[in-house]
């Protein structure tokens, strides 16, 4: 299994580079950036900006030179699946060879009222979903590629030069029956939010979907991530539970040690990948020290040759 770390884009650039860099010294597998524009909340001060996705991975692919990169997810509602294809080859180039590109069909309805973008019901949002992968495959594996969609129209479209990475990763997040089967269809990898010891209820269903295809299960990078805090106190313990409480994702939390006891489980489930957001970890050196004891407590369950 491989740990990766999950920068929030509400930070200055500066502390995203910094825990970026710091990652890519040891250890840590893969940075992700979210594609969103905005926070998601109920309230107006919930809406704070973020670093945009597409700028930050690029200029993450400049300063790393180890750590694979990766979106989570980037929303074909307000991106060309035509340019995202160019984006990322030029990205696995910048980066040499370290790129998978993060897809998903988009969701925060606040992002899309606000810049006049149309979201649509759940059925077309998978159907325009669909079309983007198959337009996506196209520009990074053919030479030219030609489709004629409800949703997309591309004529002897050219992508040049092709990624160094034959094939670029493609990366899913969802779990609806018609999102595995187009994981199953087109994915390298899939990404799902989870609780140890619920993965693989939908892991299950996924392998369900690759086997209707005739394509083998084992062929699908797995990753998985809940909001991960670390705590050092009886106080800290304490809050950390409230919040746990009160999340609608999934919550992890308590000392390092016991934090990795809870991720082996993700492990027995057949897990490959896990990612671990920074915004409860602290800032600065705080969470720099955070992640080292994070990646300390985690090494007997990572691959040899992430220690």
């Given at each position: 299994?491989?740990?990766?770390?999950?920068?929030?884009?509400?930070?200055?650039?500066?502390?995203?580079?910094?825990?970026?860099?710091?990652?890519?010294?040891?250890?840590?597998?893969?940075?992700?950036?979210?594609?969103?524009?905005?926070?998601?909340?109920?309230?107006?001060?919930?809406?704070?900006?973020?670093?945009?996705?597409?700028?930050?991975?690029?200029?993450?692919?400049?300063?790393?030179?180890?750590?694979?990169?990766?979106?989570?997810?980037?929303?074909?509602?307000?991106?060309?699946?035509?340019?995202?294809?160019?984006?990322?080859?030029?990205?696995?180039?910048?980066?040499?060879?370290?790129?998978?590109?993060?897809?998903?069909?988009?969701?925060?309805?606040?992002?899309?009222?606000?810049?006049?973008?149309?979201?649509?019901?759940?059925?077309?949002?998978?159907?325009?979903?669909?079309?983007?992968?198959?337009?996506?495959?196209?520009?990074?594996?053919?030479?030219?590629?030609?489709?004629?969609?409800?949703?997309?129209?591309?004529?002897?479209?050219?992508?040049?030069?092709?990624?160094?990475?034959?094939?670029?990763?493609?990366?899913?997040?969802?779990?609806?029956?018609?999102?595995?089967?187009?994981?199953?269809?087109?994915?390298?990898?899939?990404?799902?939010?989870?609780?140890?010891?619920?993965?693989?209820?939908?892991?299950?269903?996924?392998?369900?979907?690759?086997?209707?295809?005739?394509?083998?299960?084992?062929?699908?990078?797995?990753?998985?991530?809940?909001?991960?805090?670390?705590?050092?106190?009886?106080?800290?313990?304490?809050?950390?539970?409230?919040?746990?409480?009160?999340?609608?994702?999934?919550?992890?939390?308590?000392?390092?040690?016991?934090?990795?006891e809870a991720m082996a489980t993700w492990r027995e489930e057949g897990v490959d990948e896990v990612l671990i957001r920074d915004r409860p970890l602290g800032t600065g050196a705080r969470r720099r020290d955070a992640y080292d004891a994070l990646a300390e407590a985690l090494a007997p369950l990572a691959d040899t040759d992430c220690v």
């Amino acid at each position: 299994m491989r740990f990766s770390i999950l920068p929030v884009g509400t930070q200055p650039w500066g502390d995203l580079l910094d825990v970026a860099t710091h990652a890519d010294k040891r250890f840590w597998h893969c940075v992700y950036v979210a594609d969103h524009f905005m926070g998601g909340g109920p309230r107006p001060e919930d809406e704070v900006g973020r670093l945009e996705a597409t700028a930050t991975l690029s200029a993450l692919a400049a300063a790393t030179s180890r750590i694979r990169l990766a979106n989570l997810v980037l929303a074909v509602t307000y991106r060309h699946p035509a340019v995202l294809a160019n984006w990322a080859a030029t990205v696995d180039h910048i980066s040499c060879g370290r790129m998978t590109l993060g897809l998903g069909t988009g969701w925060q309805v606040n992002e899309h009222e606000h810049y006049g973008l149309p979201l649509g019901p759940p059925r077309e949002r998978v159907d325009r979903f669909a079309e983007a992968l198959a337009v996506i495959s196209g520009m990074l594996n053919q030479p030219r590629t030609t489709f004629a969609g409800r949703y997309y129209q591309l004529r002897d479209a050219p992508c040049d030069p092709k990624p160094l990475q034959t094939p670029l990763p493609v990366m899913v997040g969802g779990s609806g029956p018609r999102m595995l089967r187009l994981i199953a269809e087109y994915a390298d990898a899939w990404n799902h939010w989870s609780a140890p010891g619920l993965f693989r209820a939908t892991a299950d269903k996924l392998d369900a979907a690759c086997e209707q295809l005739g394509r083998d299960p084992s062929t699908i990078w797995r990753s998985t991530q809940a909001l991960t805090i670390l705590t050092g106190s009886r106080e800290q313990e304490e809050r950390a539970a409230a919040k746990a409480e009160r999340a609608m994702l999934p919550v992890i939390y308590g000392s390092a040690e016991r934090i990795a006891e809870a991720m082996a489980t993700w492990r027995e489930e057949g897990v490959d990948e896990v990612l671990i957001r920074d915004r409860p970890l602290g800032t600065g050196a705080r969470r720099r020290d955070a992640y080292d004891a994070l990646a300390e407590a985690l090494a007997p369950l990572a691959d040899t040759d992430c220690v």
